[in-house]
């Protein structure tokens, strides 16, 4: 069940059968979801889900949308969405195999109203704390790949300019503060400026 | 020396259940099941279509596929167990080269024309989109099948051949193949990079420009492969080697019946046989009007030794998934691995027999600009050329 202090989570149904879909959608408000997207899969789904931002997405195994939000959340270009899939007739091992792979995807065996819940709520953990891994690993990147571009500043301007290491960083960091741009960038520009005219005496 | 075909070898497994997406490069197994090379070979396939990339691949993943008829790089991504799925997956066969195109908005396709002192195509086409883009803020949205799909590489290649950055000047997203035609017409997307029939669908219905072919961008270009999971072709090694020898055969008639094929692939793809013969005959109208450009090679299934998993394509998509950053944690030995792993020309070799195929397994990308002859022991074998847009060769 959604946490009744925090707004109901905003789900989106892609279901191309749609009496599947009234069904689906009936069972999620009865738990306490909020169904604010009923569509086919003819309507253009990114432009749907940059319109109305829904945290989750529901849709059918075989709708041809699959690709749009796998690159959607997987490769997350766009808005973080959790995707959640249902097919009728779906084997149990099927399902432990996707959660297994670390897909946000769940295969939901027939419709049962009491499974929806605890299939979205897991679903929906999972994909945040893979969007936190994520987002971790890719700050610990950026911040090792701007360190060293600021090293390798530093570097070039002490052996140019005859600066020792602490002269090298101030004037790096005055810089920065005078022109309002993050160290890494101005490191970046003099790394440019100085490997242009590196051969110059 | 890699043995004549091993005739002895049964099918460990003759019901095989084979996924494809509709488009017109499926007909190697729509042909080799409609002309009884499937069942010549002892196996009795089913056909399944699929609606999206990521659910036949799933399928194949979990064994509701025994093969399947999949995106080349799509074959790589899921052995490296980027975008979700990590299975060892692996292609003995190539179905065909080339079949792609860039297709434009008529509207797009004007704003080119005021920017363009040669014909819009090629890569003309995109130095007048990188001068657009200079002179004009308006955001354009290009899309592509999948993240991993030889389109998205294409479309960068081309993008970035006239200067363009794809991540910074452009929108990239990804939409069904079906799809493409009805945004373009709708105003949601300005191009496409697809495979045919939904170039010519659009050409046809008056809304798009065709500005370049995939074979403009690197000729001769791997587009879908026969892909298995490394697993099911320990398990079933005379299976798979019958599926190759009727795919192998299947190909070659498809180059030689275009007409037939024609009309094979109607029963697939919803779209008017005079849009589905276009690339198949090799008569490509660009525009609404004007002249078709002829281009034999726009759909090849068999000749130029095509359907052999060169392993220099692999190291060709796999160096375009480095270059976009989509194997940042993946090293260098780790990928060169993978395109050993997952391309096996050995595996097509033992089925169809060596001697009318290539004896190596790379070849120097982009450095054939013309036909070229490849000695084999079966005799001289004509090649088809493999430069790329913007002359660049790859290093052996």
């Not at chain 1, 994909?127 to 060293?148: I, K, M, P, V």
């Not at chain 2, 020396?1 to 005739?7: A, D, H, L, Q």
């Not at chain 2, 017109?24 to 409609?34: G, T, Y």
């Not at chain 2, 020309?345 to 195929?357: F, K, N, Q, Y």
Request: glycine share 6%.
């Amino acid at each position: 069940m959604p946490d009744s202090n925090t707004s109901p989570l905003r789900v989106m149904l892609v279901d191309d059968a749609p009496a599947r879909a009234a069904l689906l959608e009936q069972s999620l408000s009865d738990c306490g979801y909020q169904v604010i997207c009923r569509l086919d899969s003819a309507r253009g789904l990114l432009y749907q889900v940059e319109q109305h931002r829904p945290d989750v997405v529901i849709v059918d195994l075989e709708s041809p949308e699959r690709d749009v939000l796998e690159d959607m959340s997987l490769l997350n270009h766009h808005h973080p969405t959790a995707v959640v899939m249902f097919a009728a007739g779906a084997q149990r091992t099927d399902i432990e195999r996707a959660v297994r792979a670390g897909v946000s995807a769940y295969v939901v065996d027939g419709l049962d109203p009491q499974r929806v819940s605890p299939i979205l709520e897991v679903a929906i953990a999972r994909f945040r704390e893979y969007q936190a891994l994520r987002r971790e690993l890719q700050e610990t990147r950026n911040q090792l790949a701007e360190r060293s571009l600021v090293e390798r500043a530093k570097t070039l301007l002490m052996s140019q300019r005859q600066w020792d290491e602490k002269t090298a960083y101030h004037a790096m960091r005055k810089l920065a503060m005078d022109r309002s741009q993050r160290l890494a960038d101005v490191a970046r520009d003099i790394i440019a400026v100085l490997e242009l005219t590196h051969d110059d005496p | 020396m890699t043995p004549e075909p091993e005739s002895a070898t049964p099918p460990e497994k003759a019901d095989l259940c084979l996924g494809y997406v509709p488009l017109s490069d499926c007909l190697p197994l729509v042909a080799a099941q409609q002309l009884g090379f499937f069942s010549e070979e002892g196996l009795r396939v089913s056909l399944k279509a699929e609606a999206s990339w990521a659910s036949l691949r799933d399928r194949l993943v979990i064994g509701q596929f025994d093969a399947a008829h999949m995106l080349a790089p799509m074959v790589l991504a899921t052995s490296l167990g980027l975008g979700g799925w990590e299975k060892p997956l692996l292609t003995a066969c190539v179905l065909n080269l080339n079949g792609n195109a860039v297709t434009v908005s008529r509207s797009l396709y004007q704003r080119l024309q005021t920017h363009a002192s040669h014909p819009v195509y090629g890569l003309a086409a995109a130095q007048a989109l990188a001068e657009l883009l200079r002179h004009d803020a308006t955001p354009l949205t290009f899309a592509t099948v999948f993240p991993f799909s030889s389109h998205h590489y294409q479309l960068r290649y081309w993008l970035a051949a006239a200067g363009i950055d794809p991540d910074r000047q452009l929108r990239l997203i990804t939409l069904h193949p079906a799809q493409m035609a009805d945004h373009l017409q709708r105003g949601l997307i300005d191009g496409y990079c697809v495979g045919e029939p939904w170039n010519s669908l659009a050409v046809a219905g008056g809304f798009g420009h065709i500005v370049a072919t995939g074979h403009d961008i690197w000729q001769n270009s791997p587009e879908k492969v026969l892909a298995v999971t490394a697993d099911w072709a320990a398990r079933h090694p005379g299976s798979h080697a019958a599926l190759l020898r009727a795919i192998h055969r299947a190909g070659r008639w498809l180059d030689e019946n275009r007409r037939q094929a024609t009309a094979l692939l109607q029963d697939v793809i919803p779209v008017p046989p005079r849009v589905l013969e276009r690339a198949l005959l090799g008569e490509l109208p660009l525009g609404p009007e004007g002249p078709a450009r002829t281009l034999d090679d726009c759909l090849v299934f068999h000749r130029y030794a095509a359907n052999l998993p060169w392993r220099s394509h692999a190291r060709w998509l796999l160096a375009q998934m480095r270059r976009w950053n989509q194997l940042q944690g993946v090293t260098v030995s780790d990928a060169d691995a993978i395109a050993l792993a997952c391309y096996r020309p050995d595996i097509l070799r033992a089925a169809v027999g060596s001697g009318a195929l290539p004896e190596i397994d790379e070849k120097c990308e982009g450095s054939h600009t013309e036909h070229w002859i490849l000695d084999t022991r079966a005799g001289p074998l004509t090649m088809g050329p493999d430069a790329l847009i913007d002359g660049i060769v790859t290093s052996e």
